[in-house]
């Protein structure tokens, strides 16, 4: 399964999404992995969207191993936006029709802390103090 996503080029957003295996099934039924292009444009096809979630763009390979049966695991990665991405989900494993579960799916924007204004002050007493000792060995 696949969504597309406006994002802003340059853009860096945290991806999370939870995982579990599904319970009473094998492990080969439980593989999940995550793609995340930023290669194609806005009206991609889905056949070019299928065959560019390759390894260049993989960001998670999950497998049972890893995660236990009804033990939810949140992934989080970091990703950098184009002016349209593609997140892709791909089951891997047995083509049973079974697969795993995945919840949670959020994409957020990653903005920059704003300063505190103690973090202004602490700054401008360091200038003066700099400046201060510059004029004393100019002297």
């Known amino acids: 399964m696949y969504q597309r996503v406006n994002t802003q080029k340059g853009q860096a957003y945290n991806l999370s999404f939870d995982f579990t295996a599904r319970p009473n099934t094998s492990a080969q039924t439980n593989g999940l992995q995550a793609?995340?292009?930023n290669t194609l444009g806005k009206n991609a096809s889905a056949d070019s969207i299928i065959k560019a979630a390759n390894a260049n763009s993989l960001i998670a390979d999950l497998h049972p191993t890893a995660v236990?049966?009804?033990?939810?695991?949140?992934?989080?990665q970091q990703v950098i936006?184009?002016?349209?991405?593609?997140?892709?989900?791909?089951?891997?494993?047995?083509?049973?029709s079974l697969g795993t579960y995945l919840d949670n799916v959020k994409?957020?924007?990653?903005?920059?802390?704003?300063?505190?204004?103690?973090?202004?002050?602490?700054?401008?007493?360091?200038?003066?103090?700099?400046?201060?000792?510059?004029r004393r060995k100019a002297k």
Not at 81 to 96: C, E, I, Q, R
Not at 109 to 122: C, G, H, I, R, S
């Open 35 to 37: 793609f995340w292009i």
């Open 68 to 76: 236990s049966a009804n033990t939810w695991q949140t992934f989080s």
């Open 81 to 96: 936006g184009a002016n349209y991405s593609f997140l892709v989900f791909k089951a891997t494993g047995n083509s049973d």
């Open 107 to 134: 994409l957020n924007k990653v903005t920059a802390p704003v300063p505190e204004p103690e973090t202004y002050a602490l700054m401008g007493i360091g200038l003066v103090g700099l400046f201060a000792a510059r």
